[in-house]
């Protein structure tokens, strides 16, 4: 009787145990511990491609997200119009985490500046920049500390040129700048100036030309190879959770604006994740991805590059691998619908 006792004992403690990690564990099913610290910085306002990158990042287990910050866009943009982009920015990204349903309340949400730098040599103050200098400065980790961005580069060189010390610190991925010549053709009727360069001129001026921060970028031509037809995104994503519902909406609702005519859009910003979240196991690297090393040029009044042969070496992202990435994106919406 006793052995009988012990061994339903010993049942019912590992079975309390179970239920406790299955209560605790991420919606993707495996305890993997976080491998990086990422704080993302978007325009959560404008294209809906940057909620779509905050949705996967946030079902991403192998990151530690310390911030969301919300950035602004250009004057009077056709996303959005208004003088307060950066709020309405974060008010768009607290309705997707609360959809979600993975999160604490642990994670803050930070308007950033409502309006770019002056120049490239006046940074903006405001709560995102101290944020961002403060995870940067920390010592009470080793995890590495990426910054994401899938807009203006406000933030980050108002960082910069408050703490320059903090280059060294961190990398920096970023979704923007046009093509490089000799590397990819600017598309056929194409804007003169890269979209998200033009939201913050001098402060890529000033992050490129006379910043040493690490640069992982991904140009026009790489985050243009994000196609995903609407099918995919009625099949994957639309259908599968309230969080996917609304994300479906948010492009419909441009898609009315803008009187789309197509059946593939550009999510441009997922490469955030791909590159980060989504690194290989051994040798952590965005191995399935290609970059070519080439020296950081300098980015000049009309937005176009110059070579500069003293600058220091950055990434420069030329292939993605797209299958893979929404591969994994749509799979962790499927598995956050079964929770």
């Known amino acids: 009787m006793t052995m009988v006792l012990h061994r339903f004992f010993l049942f019912a403690v590992l079975a309390g145990f179970c239920l406790h990690a299955e209560a605790d564990i991420h919606p993707c099913r495996i305890q993997t511990r976080p491998r990086m610290r990422v704080i993302i ?135 923007g700048g046009p093509e490089y010549p000799g590397m ?23 992050v490129f030309n006379r ?15 994000c196609l995903v037809t609407f099918s995919q995104l009625q099949l994957h994503v639309q259908s599968k959770c309230p969080a996917g519902k609304y994300l479906y909406e948010q492009l419909m609702q441009v898609n009315d604006r803008f009187h789309i005519n197509g059946e593939a859009y550009i999510l441009g910003d997922n490469p955030l994740v791909l590159l980060t979240a989504l690194q290989s196991y051994f040798d952590p690297d965005p191995s399935s991805s290609k970059y070519m090393p080439r020296k950081a040029p300098l980015i000049n009044g009309n937005g176009w590059y110059q070579d500069n042969p003293d600058g220091r070496e950055i990434r420069v992202y030329t292939h993605l691998d797209t299958q893979f990435m929404f591969n994994d994106f749509f799979d962790k919406l499927q598995l956050l619908n079964q929770q």
């Open 211 to 225: 910043s040493t921060v690490n640069i992982w970028q991904v140009p026009r031509d790489a985050y243009r190879q």
């Open 41 to 175: 910085d978007n325009d959560f306002s404008g294209d809906p491609d940057g909620l779509f990158a905050l949705a996967h990042l946030l079902l991403s287990p192998s990151v530690e997200t310390r911030a969301i910050i919300g950035s602004h866009l250009s004057v009077k943009d056709g996303f959005d119009p208004s003088v307060q982009q950066a709020q309405n920015a974060i008010n768009r990204a607290s309705t997707l985490v609360k959809l979600l349903k993975v999160l604490d309340n642990s994670i803050p949400l930070i308007a950033g500046s409502n309006v770019a730098m002056p120049n490239d040599s006046t940074g903006v103050m405001d709560k995102a920049v101290e944020f961002i200098i403060q995870e940067a400065m920390r010592t009470d980790t080793k995890l590495p500390l990426y910054i994401v961005c899938g807009a203006g580069l406000t933030e980050v060189a108002s960082a910069l040129l408050k703490k320059p010390e903090i280059a060294g610190k961190f990398t920096l991925v970023w979704i």
């Open 184 to 206: 990819a053709f600017h598309p056929p009727g194409g804007i003169h100036r890269e979209y998200n360069l033009n939201i913050d001129l001098s402060a890529a001026k000033f």
